[in-house]
T-cell receptor, first 113, second 115 residues
Framework: AQSVAQPEDQVNVAEGNPLTVKCTYS??????LFWYVQYPNRGLQFLLK??????LVKGSYGFEAEFNKSQTSFHLKKPSALVSDSALYFC???????????FGAGTRLAVHP | EPEVTQTPSHQVTQMGQEVILRCVPI?????FYWYRQILGQKVEFLVS????????KSEIFDDQFSVERPDGSNFTLKIRSTKLEDSAMYFC?????????????FGNGTRLTVT
């Protein structure tokens, strides 16, 4: 079965420190992977995607993600966290022909001043 | 930047009542989706809609659910007889005609509370 796992319910980071939010996937074939962010009382906002090519993908708000095929991972990273990055982050994988997304359980990122 | 808009932001209904959740996708988008997020749980796919018909639906999307695009702009989700377990945040999303790996654009959601 195709699935996405986010092993951490919450990640705590001090402002200015690098952050990593972990994601692993299980799909048949080549994965199309996405990261979305959800701020309180808002919908999901697209951050970045991996389709093919360079394993390091750059996205919105200074975020990037590294695709690792051997480890079936797609971890979200940022070199220097901001308090305003505090939100709920979802990793997702596309399945099927109509861009149906399977989401991970989400990871709450808390950046402390 | 164009947005997906959803109304109402919060809907309270009694068990057994019908509800219609409304969405206005981005105007030139062709693919439409409903997802839901039960409080504290993951975002779950409900249904995708393309060319005026359902293209895929999940096991959650049973006969109580239906979707419609009644005109050129709205995309609705109807729950015929609501149950307590239908309480969730419902997100509408749309996608343009680009590659089928182009990202979905989500609305801010409708919080449905069934009492």
């Amino acid at each position: 079965a195709q699935s996405v796992a986010q092993p951490e319910d919450q990640v705590n980071v001090a402002e200015g420190n690098p952050l990593t939010v972990k994601c692993t996937y299980s799909v048949s074939g080549n994965p199309y992977l996405f990261w979305y962010v959800q701020y309180p009382n808002r919908g999901l906002q697209f951050l970045l995607k991996y389709i093919t090519g360079d394993n390091l993908v750059k996205g919105s708000y200074g975020f990037e993600a590294e695709f690792n095929k051997s480890q079936t991972s797609f971890h979200l990273k940022k070199p220097s966290a901001l308090v305003s990055d505090s939100a709920l982050y979802f990793c997702a994988v596309k399945v099927g022909g109509y861009n149906k997304l399977i989401f991970g359980a989400g990871t709450r990122l808390a950046v402390h001043p | 930047e164009p947005e997906v808009t959803q109304t109402p932001s919060h809907q309270v209904t009694q068990m057994g009542q019908e509800v219609i959740l409304r969405c206005v996708p981005i105007s030139n988008h062709l693919y439409f989706y409903w997802y839901r997020q039960i409080l504290g749980q993951k975002v779950e796919f409900l249904v995708s809609f393309y060319n005026n018909e359902i293209s895929e639906k999940s096991e959650i999307f049973d006969d109580q659910f239906s979707v419609e695009r009644p005109d050129g702009s709205n995309f609705t989700l109807k729950i015929r007889s609501t149950k307590l377990e239908d309480s969730a945040m419902y997100f509408c999303a749309s996608r343009g005609q680009g590659p089928n790996n182009s990202p979905l654009h989500f609305g801010n959601g409708t919080r449905l509370t069934v009492t």
